[in-house]
Nanobody, 123 residues
Framework: QVELVESGGGLVQAGDSLTLSCTAS????????MAWFRQAPGKPRDFVAR????????NYADSVKGRFTISRDNSKNTAYLQMNSLNVEDTAVYYC????????????????WGQGTQVTVSS
């Protein structure tokens, strides 16, 4: 069983930056594709970004491309989501997810999920 714990959420103003972290309990962390999803109130959970096991393959939702950066440090069992130029539309609960099998952007491909961390952007 893989446990994922997100941290770093909070309340920020539009234009600010925030970095989310996701730490995994399992080894070897480098076996897992990591991804971030988000869910705004009243909306379905959406893909944000994903990164391959060796960090060589990254993909982003169009809505965050150029503003968000996903990364990972396999020595720390941690994935990150650096978020710049935040706007009110980025307000959501952010979830990290992991799977060992496929580099993908669909919820159904991810086997393990964190509990989520709230990001609120005020105007």
């Amino acid at each position: 069983q893989v446990e994922l714990v997100e941290s770093g959420g909070g309340l920020v103003q539009a234009g600010d930056s925030l970095t989310l972290s996701c730490t995994a309990s399992t080894l070897p962390f480098s076996n897992y594709v990591m991804a971030w999803f988000r869910q705004a109130p009243g909306k379905p959970r959406d893909f944000v970004a994903r990164i391959g096991q060796d960090a060589g393959s990254r993909n982003y939702a169009d809505s965050v491309k150029g503003r968000f950066t996903i990364s990972r440090d396999n020595s720390k069992n941690t994935a990150y989501l650096q978020m710049n130029s935040l706007n009110v539309e980025d307000t959501a609960v952010y979830y990290c997810a992991a799977n060992q099998k496929v580099i993908a952007r669909y919820e159904r491909n991810y086997d393990y999920w964190g509990q989520g961390t709230q990001v609120t952007v005020s105007s």
